[in-house]
């Protein structure tokens, strides 16, 4: 049997109850802004990331991808035509 060894580092979270569900109460430098997370589980860690908001934050982590891709919004959506009932 393996034991994870304790990391000292690490910080600790509070565990609560809130109605039927269980929720962690972070410390200050674990907060994140918004009123959303992404969860998902990888073996036995649950792991909680920041939700992309708007596509500038989606475009900006797109453009940290190696190859050298590019991507911008134009400033304003170019104007639609109006539909034809003819």
């Known amino acids: 049997m393996y034991i994870r060894p304790v990391d000292t580092t690490k910080k600790k979270a ?6 039927g569900s269980q929720a962690v109460r972070l410390p200050k430098e674990f907060r994140f802004e918004g009123s959303e997370v992404a969860i998902r589980r990888d073996g036995d860690r649950v792991i909680l990331e920041p939700v992309a908001t708007d596509w500038s934050a989606l475009l900006a982590e797109i453009d940290r991808l190696p190859g050298g891709i590019r991507f911008e919004l134009p400033d304003d959506p170019p104007p639609e035509d109006p539909p034809s009932f003819d």
């Open 14 to 19: 509070k565990l609560f109850r809130h109605g």
